[in-house]
T-cell receptor, first 112, second 114 residues
Framework: GQQLNQSPQSMFIQEGEDVSMNCTSS?????WLWYKQDPGEGPVLLIA?????ELTSNGRLTAQFGITRKDSFLNISASIPSDVGIYFC????????????FGKGNQVVVIP | DTGVSQDPRHKITKRGQNVTFRCDPI?????LYWYRQTLGQGPEFLTY????????KSRLLSDRFSAERPKGSFSTLEIQRTEQGDSAMYLC????????????FGPGTRLTVT
């Protein structure tokens, strides 16, 4: 199946700093999704991207659909303590693209 | 709150026992998905329904696992003869229609098999 690679695995940043993370795939995706997960909770959808080159913002979050369609980027600007969590990229996968394949996640820790 | 709900949120059971989890999707969503998540990993697909029809099952879904969505609304996931390796977070998600890839997740059921 399609594999999504996220790096770095963990990031420690000072409050107020920007943080960027990326996700790469071994194959082309026609949709990229970014989720955030807090401990003990389910993932929450942050941004969905549907077109190569698309740049979409949601508050302090900005995500881009890579031109090659094999990567996507998420940026958080002016981080705050509640940005702490694990950020996952995901894309449709499998026969009929009905399931989502997820990366292993980027853990973000914001230091006050 | 009209989001996806799951019950129970936590379940501790002894090895060999059967457990059943329930998921109520967003009311107008006709697609419902089950995923499993272990520590340090992203969610892994188990199965999905369109209305009451179970259309796809992952190879992760062994014979001990069964899922139903009898009336096309809520769904149940049953694990028979639980094993310690079944310990995980079981997540349910829903989406509005075919071709829409945005899936909305519930809070999950944390299963611990002792």
């Amino acid at each position: 199946g399609q594999q999504l690679n996220q790096s770095p695995q963990s990031m420690f940043i000072q409050e107020g700093e920007d943080v960027s993370m990326n996700c790469t795939s071994s194959s082309i995706f026609n949709t990229w999704l970014w989720y955030k997960q807090d401990p003990g909770e389910g993932p929450v959808l942050l941004i969905a991207l549907y077109k190569a080159g698309e740049l979409t913002s949601n508050g302090r979050l900005t995500a881009q659909f890579g031109i090659t369609r094999k990567d996507s980027f998420l940026n958080i600007s002016a981080s705050i303590p509640s940005d702490v969590g694990i950020y996952f990229c995901a894309g449709p996968s499998g026969y009929g693209n009905n399931r989502l394949a997820f990366g292993k996640g980027n853990q973000v820790v914001v230091i006050p | 709150d009209t989001g996806v709900s799951q019950d129970p949120r936590h379940k501790i059971t002894k090895r060999g026992q059967n457990v059943t989890f329930r998921c109520d999707p967003i009311s107008e969503h006709n697609r419902l998905y089950w995923y499993r998540q272990t520590l340090g990993q992203g969610p892994e697909f188990l199965t999905y329904f369109q209305n009451e029809a179970q259309l796809e099952k992952s190879r992760l879904l062994s014979d001990r696992f069964s899922a139903e969505r009898p009336k096309g609304s809520f769904s149940t996931l049953e694990i028979q003869r639980t094993e310690q390796g079944d310990s995980a977070m079981y997540l349910c998600a829903s989406s509005s229609s075919p071709g829409v890839h945005e899936q909305y997740f519930g809070p999950g059921t944390r299963l611990t098999v002792t």
